[in-house]
């Protein structure tokens, strides 16, 4: 949770991009405010899961379970894998569509402990069930509690709840508040952690206490997150920059500076999603364009990736035709093995590094060395990128076409003065355009939801080509009873006949 925190962690293998934990999300559900949750939630938890369900390559989430919490506490879905599910996932997201959104109900205390309880005990009992591979990544489990109560409440209500309870396996404890508040530039949502969560020490494990809008962009970004690589055992990459760089925050010259750095993903690459524009010719292969700078920082436990940067480059100097591939961030580590000194170094040298390069209107140009010797004697071909700065705390980084790569290309000079007929005709179906200052991609749909939703929909609808020998699996019933080897809950969920069709609502991004 914490960099010098260890709780629940085992060892870091990167033999692959590194997955989330397993994941328990408990809606914690109470009138009348759920029913103006309901709808954003299930067609967020819908949306989220079309796209985690869908993608190709190593696996990004690992295990979900899926709990509410109104009266009493009811497990709606036992842990499952996520990759490939959808269609168990989409059933259960409708019986939550489903359930009461008006009256009252007497409100158990201890509903939400219980929830918490049983599901680390399911957790506990599948994980003793697996391989010995698997259970590497099985270690400790992420818990997330959606409310619409105030936040404060319920973390006092667990904080007193589970004193007596063994969460040595619990990596994080959150409680996410529901607000009713709407964003008023919504390019910028993110969830809002509450600055006092550090007095949550009661369990010796925090509980994290954040808000979000409700409202289905809001929500997305939130379990997207979910998508991300947050492992901080090591740091990523090393951004060495020799001693003729920026020698007014540099080391001595003859000790040249490396800047300890995590890498983040801007976007999800088309080309892992089956059936999309830039995907649908490369279905064939599932690592796309995405075998890049970040699944190369993920693939050694044993060396990092290392960025030298051999040369400055004046912002105005680059074309934008010669970059490729997917961007990502860089940030200052949070490497939880590094001490707090080191830490708070190397962020304040990042820091320096991007206000220079900003001062000077400067890029910089690395090269990707590579992570080890191979067994060939054959000089290993070089990746070479440019990293550019921002007004924020991070560094862009994008792949940089090199000569090998080249076509030959003619670009002929603008003239000065074109016609005048013509200049007059285009400029008057400018003028027709609506202007915005920014590009904000929350405002842009694809309709890609629906379209993932829709190919699961379909019998003929294979995603992975393993799925080639499976027969449909037709599943009757809204509820899952838990894995055998589990043991039977105290309340079992509802069956209901049959599950309303899908939403077709669309998110509409908010001004």
């Known amino acids: 949770m914490h960099p010098g925190r260890t709780t629940g962690k085992g060892p870091s293998t990167h033999t692959q991009i590194d997955q989330q934990p397993p994941r328990l999300l408990i809606v914690h559900i109470a009138l009348p405010s759920w029913g103006d949750i309901c709808a954003n939630l299930c067609e967020a938890l819908q949306n989220f899961f079309s796209l985690a369900c869908s993608l190709m390559g190593p696996s990004r989430m690992s295990l979900f379970s899926l709990y509410m919490v109104q009266d009493q506490h009811e497990c709606i879905l036992p ?38 309880e049983d599901g680390l005990q399911q957790f506990k009992q599948y994980s003793t069930h697996v391989t010995t591979r698997a259970a590497l990544t099985y270690t400790s489990l992420e818990i997330t509690i959606l409310t619409s109560q105030p936040g404060k409440e319920v973390v006092k209500q667990l904080e007193e709840g589970l004193k007596d309870t063994d969460l040595a396996r619990v ?71 020799s001693s003729q760089c920026f020698s007014n925050i540099s080391r001595p010259r003859d000790n040249p500076m490396c800047l300890k750095c995590d890498l983040q993903e801007r976007l999800l690459s088309p080309s892992l999603l089956p059936g999309t524009a830039d995907g649908s010719l490369r279905m064939d292969d599932p690592k796309g364009d995405f075998i890049t700078l970040y699944q190369m920082a993920s693939q050694s436990s044993t060396s990092h990736y290392e960025l030298q940067v051999i040369k400055a480059l004046k912002s105005s100097g680059l074309c934008e035709s010669l970059t490729y591939g997917l961007p990502f961030i860089l940030r200052p580590t949070s490497c939880w093995q590094l001490d707090w000194d080191e830490l708070e170094t190397n962020q304040q040298h990042f820091h320096a590094l991007c206000h220079s390069l900003l001062k000077r209107e400067w890029l910089l140009l690395a090269k990707g060395e590579p992570l080890g010797p191979g067994h060939s004697q054959r000089i290993p071909a070089s990746t070479f990128y440019v990293i550019m700065p921002s007004r924020s705390l991070t560094l862009l980084v994008k792949a940089v076409a090199t000569r090998e790569l080249m076509l030959p290309s003619t670009f002929p000079l603008l003239p000065e003065d074109p016609r005048d007929d013509s200049l007059k005709n285009v400029e008057s179906m400018l003028d027709s355009l609506e202007l915005e200052p920014t590009y904000n991609p929350l405002q842009v749909q694809s309709h890609l939801y629906s379209h993932l939703s829709n190919i699961y929909a379909k019998p003929q609808g294979r995603l992975h080509p393993h799925w080639e020998s499976r027969a449909p699996r037709k599943v009757p019933l809204l509820s899952f009873p838990p894995l055998p080897y589990f043991p039977s809950l105290p309340f079992m969920p509802r069956v209901l006949e049959s599950p309303p069709p899908p939403s077709q609502h669309h998110p509409h991004p908010r001004e």
């Open 79 to 116: 842990f499952v894998q996520v990759k490939g599910n959808f269609p168990r996932l989409q059933t259960c997201i409708s019986e939550l569509r489903m359930l009461q959104r008006e009256g009252c109900f007497r409100s158990q205390g201890a509903s939400l402990r219980l929830a918490v």
């Open 171 to 241: 990596r994080r404890l959150q409680v996410v508040e529901v607000t009713k508040g709407i964003l008023e530039h919504v390019d910028s949502v993110s969830p809002v952690e509450d600055p006092s969560n550090d007095e949550s020490s009661i369990l010796g494990t925090d509980i994290d206490l954040q808000t979000i809008d409700n409202d289905i962009v809001s929500m997305e970004i939130f379990f997207k997150a979910w998508l991300h690589n947050g492992g901080t055992d090591q740091e990523q990459i090393h951004l060495l920059l």
